[in-house]
């Protein structure tokens, strides 16, 4: 099958990869010119795991282009998938449109015959139905265009598996006359091979699920970190506790690690747009506990410079090394990220500071270009009077608390992700303190 996909971010550059690894014939367009320049020679604009070694295997095998011609890509295919962005908007917690409505506004007045356009991006409910609207208005005569909706479910790190390989496929079709589940059934003709769940439901609701399923995550991540706040005081132990809590079916133990929070270009937004929307439909009441998830995931951030504070006493011209600055591991991805907020925080208050991160050391550098980085792991403990782990990537995980004492000034580390052994590290020496764990060296 012909398709189109309209963006070439993290979203649409994957899923336009992946559908062409599926064996359909797909255009990538973008307004970007040099996002595609760099696409066409088989170049990922960001870090994503296999993502290279798709693109360029598709490229090569002729299933895979790009363009800047929204022409060409209406004459190329009847069937295109919308992957731009929705950021917050800057005067509000509401999620702006903008970009979405600029694709129908491009593209629909160059389309000929019958067409059909699946959104996946992240959109405020009642969206598709006003783009619907909009394409009737700007079609041609003669040219039918129906808007469906299909969010993507991506993790960052894991996005090719995500894509070849869903967990579910949602799609959100107008009532009557729809000819979206037919065609959707063929782009996703593998995976329903497979026996993925194929969920067919109105408009609204596939535009809900998206949204609602990472407020549910943020939720739980949020929850761990406000009863991390309350074993730091009693002397309890988050970690152990997550995992007895986990054990039972109904609570499971994936998205209860308690430290620094969540960040990244969806949770964040998409909560605080959830808000927005909410309101603006008449249910602000509805939603007002995620103003709280948000509070106590930034509170977080809060509390690793308050302890750092604690430990050093002034933090001005000390020397601190923050281990991360992507929002995650295995992604270079640093919008809203907790380990680059800290970091940044800590320099604003005086102190010396030193990044390091696997991938994401050119974005934060766009960020934040006064901060210090390190080229090496080795590099970033040297002479460090604090070290904090902000994102935990393996090589951090992994790392040998007696080869790293030999590197820093002062043994002191703040384990922001909980994912260090608390004793091999005392036993080496090390003061350590663990967000929400028994902490301090070994008397």
């Known amino acids: 099958m012909r398709m189109t996909v309209i963006g070439t971010g993290y979203l649409g550059a994957t899923h336009a990869a992946c559908m062409a690894e599926l064996g359909h014939e797909v255009l990538g367009v973008d307004v970007d ?16 795991p296999g993502l290279p070694e798709v693109l360029e295997r598709n490229i090569d095998a002729g299933r895979l282009g790009f363009t800047t011609d929204y022409a060409e890509a209406a ?14 908007q800057r005067d509000s917690y509401a999620a702006d449109t903008r970009y979405v409505e600029a694709v129908i506004d491009d593209l629909v007045p160059q389309l000929e015959g019958e067409h059909l356009i699946l959104g996946k991006s992240t959109v405020p409910v009642g969206t598709a139905a006003a783009l619907q609207e909009r394409a009737n208005t700007l079609a041609k005569p003669g040219t039918t265009v129906e808007i469906a909706w299909n969010p993507e479910f991506l993790r960052e790190g894991y996005a090719v598996k995500d894509t070849i390989e869903p967990d579910r496929i949602v799609l959100g079709v107008r009532g009557a006359q729809s000819r979206a ?32 399923a990472n407020a549910f995550l943020a939720t739980k991540i949020s929850f761990i970190n406000a009863v991390s706040e309350v074993c730091e005081i009693v002397g309890a132990d988050v970690t152990q506790l997550a995992d007895a809590i986990g054990y039972d079916d109904r609570i499971g133990r994936k998205f209860l690690g308690a430290g620094l929070g969540f960040g990244g270009g969806c949770l964040p937004k998409d909560i605080r747009a959830f808000m927005a929307r909410a309101g603006e439909v008449g249910a602000d009441q509805a939603l007002t506990f995620l ?9 977080r951030r809060q509390r690793v410079i308050d302890l750092a504070r604690e430990e050093l006493g002034s933090l001005i011209g000390r020397n601190i090394t923050v281990l991360g ?29 030193r990044v390091y991160d696997p991938q994401g050391m050119d974005n934060a550098r766009k960020v934040f270009p006064t901060l210090d980085y390190a080229t090496s792991l080795e590099d970033a403990l040297r002479g460090a009077e604090l070290v ?29 992700r909980n994912v260090l052994d608390t004793g091999s590290w005392t036993r080496a020496g090390w003061s350590l303190h663990a967000l929400g764990r028994v902490h301090g060296p070994v008397k």
């Open 33 to 48: 010119e040099t996002k595609i320049e760099a696409l066409k020679n088989s170049k990922v604009p960001f870090y994503e």
């Open 75 to 88: 004459a190329f295919a009847n069937v295109h998938f919308i992957g731009v962005g929705t950021p917050q």
């Open 181 to 212: 589940e037919e065609i959707a059934r063929e782009v996703y003709a593998t995976p329903l091979a497979n026996n993925t769940p194929f969920i067919v439901t109105d408009l609204q609701t596939a535009e809900l699920v998206k949204v609602s």
């Open 291 to 299: 103003r709280e998830v948000d509070a106590i995931n930034m509170r």
């Open 325 to 353: 600055a992507a929002f995650k591991p295995n992604s270079d991805d640093v919008r809203d990220s907790p380990a680059l907020a800290v970091a940044g925080q800590l320099s604003l208050a005086g102190a010396s500071v």
């Open 388 to 416: 904090i782990l902000a994102t935990e990537w393996q090589e951090f995980k992994q790392m040998d608390p007696k080869w790293a004492a030999e590197l820093v000034a002062k043994q002191s580390i703040i384990d922001g």
